[in-house]
Nanobody, 128 residues
Framework: QVQLVESGGALVQPGGSLRLSCTASGSTLDRYIIAWFRQAPGNQREGVTCISSYDNRSYYRESVKGRFTISRDNSKNTAYLEMNNLKPEDPAVYYC?????????????????????WGRGTQVNVSS
């Protein structure tokens, strides 16, 4: 069983950048598909991006394409979400999630029910 802890959330100005980290313990991250979800107040939690464990193929929701980059460093048991050009619609609690699967296939779009393990989230705010 894997435990996930997110970090890196902060308040930034529009157009700013952040890098979120998702550090795993209890198991090696290379066995899992990793996804980032986010939930803004009053909204449902939505899948933002995911990266497969098999070949590192990734998926991005349309609104973050070209701005966000997901990556993983299995040697550090950590996944990352690089967020650039942050917009007023990006503020939310960002959650890291893991799905136990390391076979072929595309990971996206990430859906809540597909993921067995979740972190507690990290808050991202965008304001001038």
């Amino acid at each position: 069983q894997v435990q996930l802890v997110e970090s890196g959330g902060a308040l930034v100005q529009p157009g700013g950048s952040l890098r979120l980290s998702c550090t795993a313990s209890g198991s090696t991250l290379d066995r899992y598909i990793i996804a980032w979800f986010r939930q803004a107040p009053g909204n449902q939690r939505e899948g933002v991006t995911c990266i497969s464990s098999y070949d590192n193929r990734s998926y991005y929701r349309e609104s973050v394409k070209g701005r966000f980059t997901i990556s993983r460093d299995n040697s550090k048991n950590t996944a990352y979400l690089e967020m650039n050009n942050l917009k007023p619609e990006d503020p939310a609690v960002y959650y890291c999630a893991a799905q136990s699967y390391n076979g072929p296939g595309f990971c996206g779009p990430p859906l809540n029910y597909q993921y067995d393990y979740w972190g507690r989230g990290t808050q991202v705010n965008v304001s001038s």
